[in-house]
């Protein structure tokens, strides 16, 4: 076993004054059954915890560090941008740069606005769809995470919509009865509900390739039907490309499968490791944002300029050519290493990966919404995390995340990942 005597040390003093030593739940790596690793520092594919152990990291800060960590690139943009002050509360040039980059990437969009995080960016696109519909009701789907905005915490129902059931307590259910749950994948279920209420509806939210439940691809045709029947309804289709933008595709799910929602929102790789979240559209819906229309959103940090060069110096670096090439091939290499390791073993697994994103489900049967999830060996997976982060392999500690591949990762990681793989394989 690993001596993470100070990990420990310091996870005691954290749980005395941040609730359960953390400041977000899913890092105290309690469905794990493990204390936390306590981060010292990071450099390209490896985390060094403050025991001094390094691990190969698969969770990237789940998600932004594609690149690896401390790019060089994003290190010198931000040290520069470091030498001319931290936050003014003013434009800047920044702001425009990153803006224009990531609307030349989307073309769903032709405005967009900074926020802080994904929750701010989904929140926003939710208050700017109701007051754009004029409609109160949400729809989004079971398994999906769009941060932790009242509306969005659902728990979620199974098989059919479900009038909300608020996901924690404290969200009153005069809020979360406008939010309905259905199953991911199923266009029956979304369909009945805008039979029967579609001109209630003011959104339809979705992870277009689902990340929050493991990775979960959408079926052939959910995607277009969503589009379709929110057109023929008259509400809004939000895209929650927080973690899947720029991670499948340099321009999200909607440029891989060909889908152009009415809002995009966006978090993670846009900000390189930073803050940043953002949300946009077509100009008719954005100029109705504040100050220029009257639905208001504000953020002290929003925008902040070392956040804005961290974004654009990574977004700069997903341009190179043969970049998502690259990915694609180190990950498909790793996961149907994985694939046929577990056949080898003897054991049920479900894999899968789209670009640099990847999910490994300990169940027989394939998983194709939050319900066929649900029965994975979440026994097996608690096992599965804690041997490989024995061997020095930091993966996601849920079975409900997805894992995630970066530029920095070698064939020399690789060949230790499946290396630790085949040795955990055997004990489960
Ligand atoms: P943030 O508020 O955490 O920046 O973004 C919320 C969010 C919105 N939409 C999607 C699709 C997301 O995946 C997220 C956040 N993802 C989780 C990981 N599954 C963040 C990790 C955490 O909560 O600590």
New binding site residues.
């Given amino acids: 076993m690993k001596n993470i005597i100070h990990s420990n040390q310091l996870y005691e003093r954290a749980k005395s004054i941040l609730p359960g030593g953390v400041?977000?739940?899913?890092?105290a790596c309690r469905s794990v059954d493990c204390q936390p690793l306590f981060i010292d520092h990071a450099e390209g594919s490896h985390l060094f915890d403050a025991d001094g152990h390094s691990y190969i990291d698969y969770v990237g800060s789940?998600?932004p560090m594609i690149l690896g960590h401390r790019h060089p690139e994003v290190i010198n943009a931000l040290s520069a941008a470091l030498n001319k002050g931290i936050s003014y509360g003013a434009p800047t040039q920044n702001e425009i740069e990153l803006a224009e980059c990531i609307l030349s990437a989307f073309p769903a969009m032709d405005m967009i606005r900074m926020v802080?995080?994904?929750?701010?960016?989904?929140m926003s696109a939710i208050r700017l769809a109701r007051a754009c519909t004029q409609r109160e009701k949400v729809v989004k789907f079971d398994g999906?995470?769009?941060?932790?905005a009242d509306t969005?915490l659902v728990a979620a129902g199974s098989g059919v919509a479900t009038l909300g059931i608020p996901g924690s307590p404290g969200i009153p259910e005069s809020i979360s009865a406008h939010t309905l749950s259905l199953p991911f994948n199923d266009l029956n279920a979304i369909e009945d509900v805008m039979k029967q209420q579609g001109d209630t509806i003011a959104c339809v939210i979705v992870?277009p390739v689902?990340?929050?439940m493991g990775l979960v691809r959408p079926q052939p045709g959910f995607l277009e039907g969503l589009r379709e029947i929110t057109r023929k309804y008259g509400s809004l289709l939000i895209f929650?490309?927080?973690?899947?933008g720029y991670r499948v595709a340099y321009g999200g799910a909607q440029t891989l499968f060909n889908i152009e929602p009415d809002l995009t929102?966006l978090?993670?790789i846009i900000g390189g490791g930073m803050?940043v979240?953002a949300y946009g559209g077509k100009k008719a819906l954005m100029n109705q944002i504040a100050p220029v229309g009257p639905v208001y959103q504000a953020g002290t940090l929003s925008g902040n300029p070392l956040a804005m060069v961290a974004g654009l110096s990574t977004l700069k670096q997903l341009q190179k050519p043969g970049f998502y090439d690259d990915l694609e091939i180190k990950t498909n290499h790793l996961i149907s290493n994985m694939e046929k390791l577990a056949t080898d073993s003897g054991i049920s697994v479900q894999a899968d990966h789209l670009g640099s994103m990847m999910g490994l489900f300990f169940t027989e049967t394939p998983v194709k919404n939050f319900d066929d999830a649900k029965k994975c060996d979440l026994n097996r997976f608690t096992r599965f995390y804690q041997g490989m982060r024995e061997r020095g392999i930091y993966i996601?500690p849920?079975q409900?995340?997805?894992g995630f591949m970066s530029a920095a990762h070698t064939s020399d990681d690789i060949k230790a990942t499946i290396h630790a793989v085949a040795e955990v394989f055997k004990e489960l």
């Fill in positions: 400041n977000s739940p899913v890092r789940w998600g802080n995080s994904g929750t701010e960016a989904t999906c995470y769009h941060g932790h969005l992870e689902a990340g929050n929650d490309e927080v973690m899947c929102c978090g993670k803050p979240g996601a849920s409900f995340e997805a």
